[in-house]
């Protein structure tokens, strides 16, 4: 089966799962049609699949991450002991565990398309990682709390795993509060890896995007707090800060003193 025509499989198999949408074309152009594929997976809810279904995805997955390239670990550089910067996407970098900013259901980013790194992560993951974390949901009967974290398979990312955890979200100015739940969530997800004996950790910007976290601040808090965890606890454990934009590279390598 060529790329092609496992993404064709993949989209007529979603719309046949929605009766409404099952007549819609599908567009000749393939860059038109992995936004509809994306859109599918964006808006689908957690529930089982045929295997012929996730063998394909899996497939077409592991295509496209082939043709955008895996960055291991081992090619990056620490700009501290144990803790590196890496300017990119997170769902190429290839380490023990990613950490996402969740929402508070854990279902990921339902909004097609959407440009957060929830939304991301669950696409290039795959259908089974919202199953995983509606399975997690399901038994603990209610949403995550700010500031905790949750753990699950990586699924078609080229991580092990995914730390999912809920950061505050800023409604005016910021809180004392805010500023410890967002603590929390580092500190959550770095115990959560050392108890699954993980060796390496990547962090996205918890809650600076949608959830309106200021930046600089945000970042002040991510670096102080990771800083102290391994200070505190002796952790080896290896920290990747992972941003994607410029403007936060610019502003974690100042705080951690690194060379231009």
Known sequence: MTQAERRRFLIQY?????????????P?????????????FNIRMPAPAS??????????????????????????????????????DITTLGCDAIVNAANSQLLGCFVPCHGCIDNAIHTYAGIQLRQACADLMDLQGRPEETGLAKI???FNLPCKYVIHTVGPIVY????????SQLASCYQSS??????????????????????H?????????AVQTVKNYREQTHSKIEVIFNVFKESDYILY????????
């Open 190 to 211: 770095l115990a959560l890896a050392e108890q699954n004996h993980l060796q390496s950790i990547a962090f996205c910007c918890i809650s600076t995007g949608e959830f």
């Open 213 to 221: 976290f200021p930046p600089h601040r945000a970042a002040e808090i």
């Open 172 to 179: 005016g100015p910021l809180t004392a509060r805010e500023e």
């Open 14 to 26: 979603l719309l046949q799962e929605l009766p409404r949408d099952s007549q819609v074309e599908i």
């Open 51 to 88: 295997q012929e279904f996730l063998q394909i995805q899996d497939a077409y997955l592991q295509e496209e991450l082939r043709q955008k390239g895996i960055t291991p670990l081992s090619s990056l550089r620490p700009v501290q002991a144990g803790i590196y910067l890496w300017q990119g």
């Open 253 to 260: 390598r100042n705080l951690l003193g690194a060379n231009p």
């Open 152 to 154: 699950t398979p990586a």
């Open 28 to 40: 000749a152009n393939s860059q038109a049609q992995k936004r509809l594929l994306r859109s599918l």
